[in-house]
């Protein structure tokens, strides 16, 4: 049972462009959450989705980002007009079960904006 | 708000044990314990529910003590793949996320 597929796994965007993280969950598991971490910092709630629905955005910025997660196809965060403090390791994990259910992390994309 | 983890870093010799602690000021449903060593994904190593349970995995156990929301992590024995940042994540009744605690390093020498 392959793991949680994050990709790219690296990416490096100038300053006003878009960036496009992909995210692809466990077999089975239909719901994703989507974490960032800042270098030597724990890790922060950006967002939580179940197919098709935004269920929680309440850690993600109100401007230039946004979620989806479609019925077919990987999860996706879009940073738009990306700055250097965006500059971060973002992960994914997703969950069979949801609310008390144990989450499984990809390998995480790290974001650096030049 | 952010759980408390205690203490921020230790150093152990290969055989010491540690126990790493995270407390919440908010009443909590379930706290799950992670594992990450540098550059890479955080790791599941457990979940604990509200109930006061206590689980163990080899030489890695935990407890919950859900009256005074803390968990604690408990490492016997330690190796040396021991080594890397400990995070616990507290889940609310509110549910929908995982609030994190700023990490423990932990670093075991041989």
């Known amino acids: 049972n392959a793991g949680v597929m994050q990709n790219p796994r690296h990416l490096v965007r100038r300053r006003g462009q878009e960036a496009r993280l992909r995210c692809s969950p466990m077999?089975?598991?239909?719901?994703v959450y989507w974490y960032r971490q800042l270098p030597e910092e724990g890790l922060k709630f950006m967002v939580y989705?179940?197919?098709?629905?935004?269920?929680?955005e309440s850690g993600m910025p109100k401007e230039r980002f946004s979620a989806e997660f479609p019925k077919e196809g990987p999860s996706i965060l879009r940073i738009q007009q990306v700055v250097r403090g965006d500059s971060a390791a973002y992960f994914c994990a997703s969950s069979p079960t949801g609310f008390g259910g144990e989450q499984y992390f990809g390998p995480g994309t790290r974001l650096t904006v030049t | 708000q952010q759980p408390v983890q205690s203490p921020q870093a230790v150093i152990l010799r290969e055989g010491e044990d540690a126990v790493i602690n995270c407390s919440s000021s908010?009443?909590?449903?379930?706290v799950h314990w992670y594992r990450q060593k540098h550059g890479e994904a955080p790791v599941f190593l457990m979940i604990?529910?509200?109930?006061?349970e206590q689980k163990g995995h080899e030489k890695i156990s935990a407890s919950f003590n859900e009256k005074k929301q803390q968990s604690s992590l408990y490492l016997t024995a330690s190796q040396l793949s021991y080594s890397g940042t400990y995070f616990c994540?507290?889940?609310?009744?509110?549910?929908?996320?995982?609030?994190f605690g700023g990490g423990t390093r932990l670093m075991v020498k041989p």
């Open positions: 908010k009443a909590l449903y379930s």
């Open positions: 077999k089975g598991h239909s719901h």
């Open positions: 604990l529910l509200k109930g006061g």
């Open positions: 989705l179940q197919k098709e629905n935004i269920i929680d």
């Open positions: 994540g507290t889940e609310n009744n509110a549910g929908n996320m995982l609030t």
